[in-house]
């Protein structure tokens, strides 16, 4: 019994969103990686992920996320999120990752914002 | 004083079982929709560390949900997670930090404890060769 994450992928100028649907545990985190690494393997230097349709999160998910954000500061690129619910935004502080990684209320304010980066 | 048991076997995913738990819980009781997010956080960290570093021979681990205070004034929720695994000194844990973590080439894990104590009100565990039990409370 795993919960599959659903995710779907929109490509703009330099950025690309991942929106994300269900349980970001382990398999749905190596998931998002395997996407995100597409996207930088084809010259994607800013990546979104809209977790809007996420409500539940665990360490062991987020450590996959984590990864992802090394790698981006390899490549001198970014990784953000939005629609994050309370908790999961708590978490990630928790967890210091919002030194790394931006944090967003939505789509449009992260758009606007990481474009004009 | 009420009280739900579980006993869950290391299923993957079964962690979302107690969550699910936790969340009927504390609607039950009238607690926030942040309160009761954060409680299942707590609790499916607790149950994914057991259920990966117990080693835990019957490979189960029981929860036990506790309405604190009475039927006609709840305070909170208590929820034991506890396994009879190979126990940890949890005093010998470092904290992890994320800055260390960057540039090792290891995988980005050890934070479910952390996540606990910054969700919870409080959280007591007690571990040894027996097992581990991590008792975690948050009030309304």
Redesign the interface.
């Known amino acids: 019994?795993?919960?599959s994450l659903k995710l779907s992928v929109d490509r703009r100028d330099g950025l690309a969103v991942i929106h994300t649907e269900g349980?970001i545990?382990n398999q749905g985190g190596e998931e998002i990686a395997r996407v995100a690494y597409e996207l930088i393997d084809q010259g994607f230097k800013t990546l979104l992920l809209n977790l809007a349709g996420t409500?539940?999160?665990?360490?062991?998910g987020?450590?996959?996320l984590?990864?992802i954000i090394?790698k981006m500061?390899e490549i001198d690129g970014k990784l953000a999120f939005c629609n994050l619910?309370?908790?999961?935004e708590?978490?990630f502080h928790?967890?210091?990752?919002a030194?790394?990684a931006g944090i967003y209320a939505d789509e449009g304010v992260a758009v606007a914002e990481l474009a004009g980066g | 004083m009420q009280e739900v048991t579980l006993e869950l076997p290391m299923?993957?995913?079964?962690?979302?079982t107690a969550?699910k738990t936790a969340r009927a819980l504390g609607e039950q009781i009238r607690m926030s929709p942040?309160k009761i997010?954060?409680i299942?956080?707590a609790v499916?960290?607790a149950c994914?560390n057991a259920f990966?570093h117990s080693r835990a021979q019957d490979e189960k681990v029981r929860v036990v949900f506790k309405i604190l205070g009475t039927h006609r004034e709840p305070d909170g929720l208590q929820i034991t997670v506890q396994d009879r695994g190979i126990g940890f000194a949890p005093g010998m844990l470092t904290p992890?930090?994320?800055?260390k973590?960057?540039?090792t080439g290891k995988?980005?894990?050890g934070?479910?404890l952390?996540?606990i104590k910054?969700?919870m009100d409080e959280v007591d565990i007690q571990s040894d060769e027996e097992g581990t039990r991590i008792v975690m409370r948050k009030m309304r």
């Open positions: 019994m795993t919960e349980y545990n409500k539940i999160v665990n360490s062991i987020i450590s996959i984590i990864e090394e500061l619910t309370n908790t999961i708590k978490t928790i967890m210091g990752l030194q790394y | 299923f993957a995913d079964m962690e979302l969550s942040d997010d954060e299942r956080q499916i960290e994914i990966e992890p930090d994320l800055k973590k960057f540039g995988r980005k894990r934070w479910g952390m996540i910054g969700l």
